[in-house]
């Protein structure tokens, strides 16, 4: 149990689906974030929200839409995606200080077909 | 803007060997720096963290030493066993975000 909760943890979707990816925290923390996980490249930050409100959007395409209607719940909204979308998605949560370790979910493996 | 940089994997090691991880990092002002670790099938889970320079992160019979002067903060063990096998990412934390490394992947051998 990490005390961050993603589901599903596999989807498989057609390019012309749309889908949602979960995330919820039990830790109590204020902060949460969206990582996308490929394979041989750097972890990216997509998206973060402080108090439920997003502070960071990382030049992610609009066919991502993220959704915090409260600082324990998360959600990824996919739409149109392409095949290049294909990855691991990691939700995070933390405190909002600097010196705070941020704490993962174990991830949606996301398939575009 | 930050940066992380981590040795290349993979790394291959027999058990009982001592192990060391490279990391250095570019960034202003004064970061946390952490390591994490990712086991297959995973997330991440944060294994140490240091706050200011000079700190020693330690847990697991892993360390790691902020060393400011070098600007890096090496993953060191002294004896892995096979459950070690894993991904292991250098970070920094300045002011809000987040800044990983690319990852190692460490075998462990017996």
């Known amino acids: 149990e990490t005390g961050v909760t993603q589901t599903p943890r596999h989807l498989v979707m057609g390019m012309t689906n749309k889908k949602s990816l979960k995330c919820e925290q039990h830790?109590?923390?204020?902060?949460m974030y969206w990582y996308k996980q490929s394979a041989k490249k750097p972890l990216e930050l997509m998206f973060v929200?402080?108090?439920?409100?997003?502070?960071e959007n990382n030049s992610v395409p609009s066919r991502f839409s993220p959704e915090c209607p409260n600082s324990s719940h998360l959600f990824l909204h996919l739409h149109t995606l392409q095949p290049e979308d294909s990855a691991l998605y990691l939700c995070?949560?933390?405190?909002?200080?600097?010196?705070?370790?941020?704490?993962f979910g174990n991830g949606t493996r996301l398939t575009v077909t | 803007g930050d940066s992380v940089t981590q040795m290349e994997g993979p790394v291959t090691l027999s058990e009982e060997a001592f192990l060391t991880i490279n990391c250095t990092y570019t960034?202003?002002?004064?970061?946390?720096l952490f390591w994490y670790v990712q086991y297959p099938g995973e997330g991440l889970q944060l294994l140490l963290k240091?706050?200011?320079?000079?700190d020693k992160g330690s847990n697991k019979g892993f360390e790691a030493t902020y060393r400011k002067e070098t600007t890096s903060f090496h993953l060191e063990k002294g004896s892995v066993q096979v459950s070690d096998s894993a991904v292991y990412f250098c970070?920094?934390?300045?002011?809000?975000?987040?800044?990983f490394g690319t990852g190692t992947r460490l075998t462990i051998i017996p």
């Open positions: 995070a949560s933390s405190q909002a200080d600097f010196n705070s370790p941020l704490h």
């Open positions: 830790l109590g923390h204020n902060a």
């Open positions: 929200y402080n108090f439920k409100e997003q502070t």
């Open positions: 960034a202003t002002g004064y970061p946390s």
């Open positions: 240091a706050t200011k320079a000079d």
């Open positions: 970070a920094l934390r300045g002011n809000e975000k987040l800044t």
